[in-house]
């Protein structure tokens, strides 16, 4: 079992940055990939970023590129994304998911609004 925790959503205007963390607990995570989605209402889940276990493979859905930066650091068993130049559109909840052997671990997200 791994427990998900978010933080580090809120409010901020466009052009602002933000730094969300992703902690768990129950288990090291440090042999799965780990990523960031978000969800508006009425909209599907949608990645935003993935990491790998090892930190050498990274991936970001096109409309973040050259914004946003996943990393993690797996002593502290956490993973962090980086949220640069944030824009109204980028408005959503932001889940941090867990990709283990057999299933997926998932927090209960954070809000994240960007005013314009």
């Known amino acids: 079992q791994v427990h998900v925790v978010e933080s580090g959503g809120g409010l901020v205007q466009a052009g602002g940055s933000l730094r969300l963390s992703c902690t768990t607990s129950?288990?090291?995570?440090?042999?799965?990939?780990m990523g960031w989605f978000r969800q508006v209402p009425g909209k599907e889940r949608e990645l935003v970023s993935l990491i790998s276990w090892n930190d050498e493979s990274t991936d970001y859905a096109d409309s973040v590129k050259g914004r946003f930066t996943i990393s993690r650091d797996n002593a502290k068993n956490t993973v962090y994304l980086q949220m640069n130049n944030l824009k109204p559109e980028d408005t959503a909840v932001y889940y941090c998911?867990?990709?283990?052997?057999?299933?997926?671990?998932w927090g209960q997200g954070t809000q994240v609004t960007v005013s314009s």
């Open positions: 129950g288990r090291t995570i440090s042999r799965y990939a």
């Open positions: 998911n867990v990709q283990t052997t057999g299933r997926d671990y």
